[in-house]
């Protein structure tokens, strides 16, 4: 059964294949600046990378197990993400090392499980650093279901987990369930950080949920203004980094994260430049 | 003045009530034997020098801390057990918002309104309306739009104040809310405080140094060392040689003396 057949899209997207890796690389630009922007609030960028980490262990038990990778994933993932804030809740203090064993533990248990069953191949390097061009139907169908419940999460919840992540002490008083609202916020970026793998990949997840928030944040003057610019951006860098690796044959993945990098250098000297204009009104 | 307030607000049942409170970290007492009692209306500054217990006197009250010993009823009901938190206006001290990502003024207040209870619901018109009326009372409504970090720390500090009030608060709760604030502000910040109290008949606990700004208006002033060592009018305080409004830097002084 095909979900995605191929429809009347113009060069490099004419192709089914071009086309299931653009459905999902849209989701993927949307939903990951979306929960970044909640982290890189919360001062938490890179914990997207640390669960990747943990997913990573869940692709080797997939295919040890023969179960879907992608789901297997997700179980590791937010199992992850779970132990991630059980950590930071009870040991402030050594925090940081107890989540370097976590992260360092899953990949490496990762690497360990696909060695038994022979798998340690160029499939597998597809989920470090991405290969849309491959994802099949079953996976995009996958990735869009998540990325549904990720964007109706957040969009649901984004005055309250606006609260909790820039005023944890005032939250609290307000009777808001901050650490349950910690949990959820935890449990989504681990169903992002999955819906990303096959995409932009393991090392370069977090890239995608800081990136395009690092440029909305130098443009924007709001939070909300936050959220669509970095969804704008997500999404624009996801389109146009897709078309340039079918165009000139470079490592889709990469070269996504490359031009999220390079929108942020743009708007960071433009920015400049409008600051030390002599014409600029605002006190 | 009293009257608008006693009229709607016909039940003068404590807001707060605070009986032989007991606490302390590790095994070190901060605070014992610590009675407080705020009835609506009623506008009461905690004063006390640095170390005395009055952060942690606050989160016992808020129910942040459990105490040792004695109890904690707000509006009739221990703290942690109160379901609709919004009657709490609470100012945490010097509020310094998280801002890796820029946030309006209005975002910020419109945040007061989530401790309805329901915070998962839409927001009403009903909602920006309230939002609207904060702003205005603290006179911010023209800098709705503007981030939070290109204001002054006057402006600023007002903001978090108008969050406080969008809930609707019963009893507001403001912890050194006026330290390092220009004049200007310290004057919105006292009409305000005053407009919810005569029109909405809240209790205010008011925790600060600096007293001037609001002499005129404080009914009792509770002076906190370990355990309430004076409670009584500023007159009172007066005649013991303090003076709330005429010598700001009487009461700074004063409570450094105090053994």
């Given at each position: 059964m095909?979900?995605?057949?191929?429809?009347?899209?113009?060069?490099?997207?004419?192709?089914?294949?071009?086309?299931?890796?653009?459905?999902?690389?849209?989701?993927?630009?949307?939903?990951?600046?979306?929960?970044?922007?909640?982290?890189?609030?919360?001062?938490?960028?890179?914990?997207?990378?640390?669960?990747?980490?943990?997913?990573?262990?869940?692709?080797?038990?997939?295919?040890?197990?023969?179960?879907?990778?992608?789901?297997?994933?997700?179980?590791?993932a937010?199992?992850?993400?779970?132990?991630?804030?059980?950590?930071?809740?009870?040991?402030?203090?050594?925090?940081?090392?107890?989540?370097?064993?976590?992260?360092?533990?899953?990949?490496?248990?990762?690497?360990?499980?696909?060695?038994?069953?022979?798998?340690?191949?160029?499939?597998?390097?597809?989920?470090?650093?991405g290969?849309?061009?491959?994802?099949?139907?079953?996976?995009?169908?996958?990735?869009?279901?998540?990325?549904?419940?990720?964007?109706?999460?957040?969009?649901?919840?984004?005055?309250?987990?606006f609260?909790?992540?820039?005023?944890?002490?005032?939250?609290?008083?307000?009777?808001?369930?901050v650490?349950?609202?910690?949990?959820?916020?935890?449990?989504?970026?681990?169903?992002?950080?999955?819906?990303?793998?096959r995409?932009?990949?393991?090392?370069?997840?977090?890239?995608?949920?800081?990136?395009?928030?690092?440029?909305a944040?130098?443009?924007?003057?709001?939070?909300?203004?936050?959220?669509?610019?970095?969804?704008?951006?997500?999404?624009?860098?996801?389109?146009?980094?897709?078309?340039?690796?079918?165009?000139?044959?470079?490592?889709?993945?990469?070269?996504?994260?490359?031009?999220?990098?390079?929108?942020?250098?743009?708007a960071?000297?433009?920015?400049?430049?409008?600051?030390?204009?002599?014409?600029?009104?605002?006190a | 003045?009293?009257?608008?307030?006693?009229?709607?607000?016909p039940?003068?049942?404590?807001?707060?009530?605070?009986?032989?409170?007991?606490?302390?970290?590790?095994?070190?007492?901060?605070?014992?034997?610590?009675d407080?009692?705020?009835?609506?209306?009623?506008?009461?500054?905690?004063?006390?020098?640095?170390?005395?217990?009055?952060?942690?006197?606050?989160?016992?009250?808020?129910?942040?801390?459990?105490?040792?010993?004695?109890?904690?009823?707000?509006?009739?009901r221990?703290?942690?057990?109160?379901?609709?938190?919004?009657?709490?206006?609470?100012?945490?001290?010097?509020?310094?918002?998280?801002?890796?990502?820029?946030?309006?003024?209005?975002?910020?207040?419109?945040?007061?309104?989530?401790?309805?209870?329901?915070?998962?619901?839409?927001?009403?018109?009903?909602?920006?309306?309230?939002?609207?009326?904060?702003?205005?009372?603290?006179?911010?409504?023209?800098?709705?739009?503007?981030?939070?970090?290109?204001?002054?720390?006057?402006?600023?500090q007002?903001?978090?104040?108008?969050?406080?009030?969008?809930?609707?608060?019963?009893?507001?709760?403001?912890?050194?809310?006026?330290?390092?604030?220009?004049?200007?502000?310290?004057?919105?910040?006292?009409?305000?405080?005053?407009?919810?109290?005569?029109?909405?008949?809240?209790?205010?606990?008011?925790?600060?140094?600096?007293?001037?700004?609001?002499?005129?208006?404080?009914?009792?002033?509770?002076?906190?060392?370990?355990?309430?060592?004076?409670?009584?009018?500023?007159?009172?305080?007066?005649?013991?040689?303090?003076?709330?409004?005429?010598?700001?830097?009487?009461?700074?002084?004063?409570?450094?003396?105090?053994?």
């Amino acid at each position: 059964m095909r979900f995605v057949a191929a429809v009347g899209l113009p060069y490099p997207f004419e192709l089914a294949f071009m086309q299931r890796a653009l459905l999902a690389s849209v989701c993927v630009g949307v939903f990951a600046p979306l929960i970044g922007t909640f982290l890189v609030q919360k001062r938490l960028s890179l914990i997207g990378d640390g669960i990747g980490h943990v997913a990573f262990a869940g692709v080797g038990a997939g295919v040890v197990l023969g179960t879907s990778e992608l789901w297997t994933a997700l179980v590791f993932a937010v199992a992850g993400s779970l132990a991630i804030e059980w950590l930071r809740r009870r040991r402030r203090a050594s925090g940081d090392v107890a989540l370097a064993l976590l992260f360092y533990s899953g990949i490496a248990l990762g690497v360990v499980l696909l060695s038994l069953d022979d798998a340690l191949t160029g499939e597998v390097f597809g989920y470090l650093v991405g290969a849309p061009l491959t994802v099949t139907d079953g996976e995009v169908l996958g990735i869009v279901a998540l990325a549904v419940g990720i964007v109706a999460v957040v969009v649901a919840l984004r005055r309250p987990l606006f609260s909790i992540v820039t005023d944890d002490d005032w939250s609290r008083v307000a009777g808001l369930p901050v650490d349950g609202l910690n949990v959820l916020l935890g449990v989504v970026t681990a169903a992002a950080v999955v819906a990303a793998m096959r995409i932009v990949g393991i090392l370069l997840v977090a890239a995608m949920m800081v990136l395009p928030v690092a440029t909305a944040q130098l443009v924007a003057r709001s939070f909300a203004g936050t959220l669509r610019i970095a969804v704008a951006v997500g999404v624009a860098t996801s389109v146009a980094g897709l078309a340039a690796s079918r165009l000139w044959g470079l490592a889709p993945g990469g070269t996504i994260v490359l031009l999220a990098a390079g929108t942020f250098a743009i708007a960071s000297i433009a920015r400049r430049a409008v600051a030390r204009s002599p014409v600029r009104t605002q006190a | 003045m009293a009257s608008a307030a006693a009229e709607r607000e016909p039940d003068t049942a404590p807001l707060l009530v605070a009986e032989g409170l007991r606490f302390g970290y590790e095994r070190d007492p901060v605070l014992h034997d610590v009675d407080l009692a705020i009835a609506p209306g009623e506008f009461v500054a905690l004063v006390g020098p640095n170390g005395s217990g009055k952060s942690t006197l606050l989160q016992l009250l808020l129910g942040r801390l459990r105490p040792w010993e004695g109890t904690v009823r707000l509006f009739g009901r221990p703290p942690e057990r109160l379901s609709d938190r919004g009657r709490i206006g609470y100012v945490p001290q010097r509020p310094s918002l998280a801002s890796e990502v820029p946030a309006t003024v209005e975002e910020l207040v419109a945040s007061g309104r989530l401790t309805e209870g329901r915070w998962w619901r839409p927001f009403s018109r009903a909602d920006r309306e309230t939002v609207r009326h904060a702003l205005e009372s603290v006179g911010l409504a023209d800098l709705a739009r503007r981030p939070l970090n290109e204001l002054s720390g006057g402006q600023q500090q007002r903001a978090f104040i108008a969050r406080a009030f969008a809930s609707g608060p019963s009893l507001l709760v403001l912890d050194e809310p006026i330290a390092g604030v220009d004049q200007a502000s310290q004057r919105r910040f006292r009409d305000a405080l005053v407009h919810e109290i005569r029109e909405h008949g809240a209790g205010v606990l008011l925790v600060s140094h600096e007293l001037s700004a609001v002499a005129h208006d404080v009914d009792r002033v509770v002076v906190l060392k370990g355990t309430i060592v004076f409670d009584g009018s500023p007159a009172e305080l007066a005649s013991s040689g303090v003076s709330l409004g005429i010598h700001a830097e009487d009461l700074p002084l004063w409570l450094e003396e105090l053994r």
